[in-house]
């Protein structure tokens, strides 16, 4: 079956229940499934079709739709302005995919080109009940989308709501926050949403009582993207204490590979759980995490070189570098390029940032490679704080927390921290010449 067939059956089963809620527009399953029927005849098989994938019923119906006539979907950023999405259309007129595949997702880089991901029907139900097995989504449960409805980190999360008959509330983006708790207010039961770091550790700075007034409605929060550190994992847990709080391992290459509810066992930083039932994780040589399953991509789009380097034997090797503890769970240890020589020593950026979040003054900060005249190789963490703050203060605290080589060298206060679309650190961005 396809997330289509899941969608035609849940129209009969909840014909007058609301799929989608999307600012003023409300739609049903019987409503939404009779637009896809209808919009999949302006689209002939085996077409690639790309579209600017709005916060809306209208983009939602034609992306199920495209599937529908068995052609292929390609979701482009919303804002994607005209030249550009003129190019993506020129550059797809003379593409083919194999048989099966359902998307074209482009992953946005920090430099570089896009890379168009191949994505099958197949993987996108072996994502889904990836999620609706380990999570455990329920048709009762109102999911919040607040992210780019392009990219895997949202747009995976349609898929176990169409599947379990859940309804869907879309939103654009956190920056009007009230329409965040708005959400949440007007579920009929309980909520769910999946949020990057970066909006985890606002939430918990600027409207902590906020979200707590509604900690009863949180069924659960899932997090991914980049890593949360376990200073924002422990104050979330103080503030949502019944709450499933998840952090999930995926990516659009490999699919929805793991995910570990920290606030039902143990909280481990950086720990992302066991795999899930259609994936598996190897560990190879130097650490590198190995991918393997159904959620797998089917390759990159004109690219057979690229998708030969990642992709095989049926597995992907990713650029992670990660462990396996006595229990079956993986545990991130950085990627690979970011790792900080430092006198022979290997240091993840990630530990030293995580100690600097522990103090509650710094709200954000990256630690990154520096030159030195006489170490040669050194660290150098910039942080952001709403005053001024005394940088030995910072280095003492820090010299309790780490070994003195995973102390950085130099400190300096900044206004921001660059961070790429999706809230990951921008580490390219201050490498240094």
């Given at each position: 079956m396809t997330i289509e067939d899941y969608l035609a059956k849940n129209a009969e089963l909840y014909p007058d229940k609301v799929v989608v809620v999307c600012g003023e527009e409300r739609c049903t399953y019987k409503e939404l499934w009779h637009k896809v029927a209808v919009k999949s005849h302006d689209y002939d098989g085996r077409e690639i079709i790309p579209f600017r994938f709005t916060p809306s019923v209208e983009s939602l119906a034609t992306y199920f739709a495209i599937h529908q006539a068995n052609s292929v979907a390609v979701p482009l950023d919303k804002d994607l302005p005209e030249p550009l999405f003129q190019d993506f259309k020129k550059e797809l007129q003379h593409v083919t995919v194999p048989k099966g595949t359902a998307d074209i997702l482009y992953t946005t880089g920090t430099t570089g080109k896009s890379k168009g991901v191949i994505i099958s029907h197949d993987t996108i139900v072996a994502n889904t009940e990836n999620?609706?097995?380990?999570?455990?989504?329920?048709?009762?449960?109102?999911f919040i989308i607040n992210g780019p409805l392009n990219h895997i980190g949202s747009l995976s999360k349609i898929y176990p709501v169409i599947y379990t008959g859940g309804t869907l509330y879309i939103i654009n983006g956190m920056k009007d926050i009230k329409l965040f708790f708005d959400a949440i207010d007007k579920a009929p039961g309980?909520?769910?949403t999946f949020l990057v770091p970066t909006s985890i550790r606002m939430l918990l700075q600027m409207f902590r009582k906020d979200l707590a007034v509604r900690a009863d409605k949180i069924d659960f929060i899932e997090a991914g993207a980049a890593p949360l550190f376990k200073a924002d994992?422990?104050?979330?847990?103080?503030?949502?204490?019944?709450?499933?709080?998840y952090n999930t391992y995926a990516s659009t290459e490999t699919g929805i590979i793991a995910s570990y509810n920290y606030n039902g066992d143990e909280c481990i930083e950086n720990c992302l759980g066991t795999p899930m039932k259609h994936s598996q994780i190897t560990i190879g040589e130097g650490g590198q995490i190995i991918c393997s399953g159904r959620t797998l991509m089917t390759g990159y789009v004109n690219d057979?070189?690229?998708t030969d380097s990642v992709l095989r034997d049926g597995k992907i090797y990713t650029a992670d570098i990660g462990e396996i503890d006595e229990k079956g769970r993986l545990h991130l240890k950085g990627r690979k390029g970011d790792v900080i020589n430092v006198g022979g020593f290997k240091v993840s950026p990630v530990e030293v940032e995580s100690v600097a979040l522990m103090l509650p003054y710094i709200k954000d900060c990256i630690c990154v490679n520096a030159k030195h005249p006489l170490l040669g190789n050194c660290m150098r963490l910039l942080f952001t704080?709403?005053?001024?703050?005394?940088?030995?203060e910072i280095a003492e605290f820090m010299k309790e927390h780490l070994e003195s080589y995973k102390l950085p060298t130099y400190f300096k206060q900044v206004d921001s921290i660059k961070r790429t679309f999706?809230?990951?650190?921008d580490r390219k961005a201050y490498v240094e010449s």
């Open positions: 999620l609706v097995d380990r999570l455990e989504y329920t048709p009762d449960l109102t309980k909520v769910a994992m422990e104050n979330l847990m103080q503030v949502l204490p019944d709450s499933r709080l057979s070189k690229l704080s709403d005053s001024k703050i005394n940088i030995r999706n809230g990951k650190l």
